[in-house]
C-alpha cells in the first residue's frame, strides 16, 4: 500500500489499533526479539515535532539491565524520596477527578482489592517500580532548552510508540511513576543534565490471562471535549 494513501481502509486499521491498545499491568517475561523492537522504534520515529526538532532520546533495557533496573530502583522508592523534573498535577478536580477515581476503581477492583486495604494497594503501587514484570523499560528523555514542547513532543512520541507496540502484537504501559524518581533514573543511565526526564513505559509481550489486564478504561464523547465557533 501506498504509504500516503487514505481511504477506508486505513481508517479501519487505524480504529481497530485504537480501540484495541490497553495499559498493560502484567507482562510475560519473554523477551522481545531485537528485530521487533527495532520495527517498533522505526515506526515511532515517524512522529510529527515541533520545527521537526525530534527532542526525544530513549534508554532502553534488556536482559540483565532490565533486572538490575527493577532492583534497584525498587529498593531506591522504598528508602528515598525523590521528585520529577516535570511538575506533577497539584490537584484533580470535577470530571478529572471522576475519571481518575473510575480508572483506580476499575484497577483494584479487577484484583480484588477493597477500598481501604493500604497494605494491598501499597503492594500494587510498587507494582510500577517492578516494571509490571516487564522484560524491557524505556525511559524518554527531552532537551532542557526546549521547554514545555519538547515535553509535548516526547508525549506525541509516546502515544506514536503505544500505537506502534499494539501494532507488532506487543503491549506497554506508560509511567509517570517512573519519572518521579528523576534524580535515580539520571544517576542510572548517566542522563546529561540537559535532559530532562519526561515518562518511562514498560513493555513486552502482555499476560492476557492475568485479571489486571481485563478491565478497559472508558472515553468521552468529542461532544464533552470540543466547542464549536461556526458564526
Known amino acids: 500500500m501506498n504509504p500516503t494513501s487514505t481511504g477506508p481502509d486505513l481508517h479501519e486499521a487505524l480504529s481497530r489499533i485504537l480501540a484495541g491498545r490497553f495499559t498493560c499491568r502484567q507482562f510475560q517475561p519473554g523477551p522481545v526479539p531485537r528485530e521487533t523492537i527495532d520495527q517498533l522504534l522505526q515506526l515511532a520515529q515517524r512522529t510529527p515535532s515541533w520545527c521537526n526538532t525530534q527532542p526525544w532520546q530513549l534508554h532502553i533495557t534488556e536482559g540483565a539491565a532490565t533486572e538490575r533496573l527493577r532492583t534497584e530502583l525498587l529498593a531506591h522508592v522504598q528508602s528515598h524520596s525523590d521528585s520529577p523534573d516535570f511538575p506533577f498535577p497539584t ?33 500494587q503501587l510498587l507494582r510500577n517500580f517492578k516494571l509490571f514484570d516487564a522484560p524491557h523499560v524505556a525511559i524518554i528523555t ?10 509535548v513532543d516526547c508525549g506525541l512520541y509516546i502515544n506514536t510508540f503505544l500505537l506502534a507496540a499494539h501494532s507488532l502484537a506487543l503491549a506497554a504501559a506508560p509511567q509517570a511513576a517512573l519519572a518521579s524518581y528523576a534524580g535515580f533514573l539520571r544517576d542510572h543511565f548517566d542522563i546529561p543534565d540537559h535532559r530532562r526526564v519526561v515518562a518511562g513505559i514498560s513493555f513486552g509481550y502482555p499476560d492476557l490471562d492475568h485479571p489486571v489486564n481485563s478491565f478497559r478504561t472508558n472515553r468521552e464523547g468529542p461532544e464533552n471535549a470540543v466547542t464549536w465557533h461556526t458564526g
Not at 527531552?142 to 515535553?151: H, I, Q, R, S
Request: aromatic fraction near 10%; glycine fraction near 16%.
Open 142 to 151: 527531552t532537551e532542557a532548552d526546549l521547554g514545555v514542547y519538547g515535553a
Open 91 to 123: 490537584q484533580y478536580t470535577g470530571a478529572y477527578r471522576q475519571r481518575r477515581r473510575e480508572c483506580g476503581l476499575q484497577l483494584y477492583g479487577s484484583l480484588g482489592i477493597a477500598k481501604g486495604d493500604h497494605e494491598r494497594t501499597l503492594r
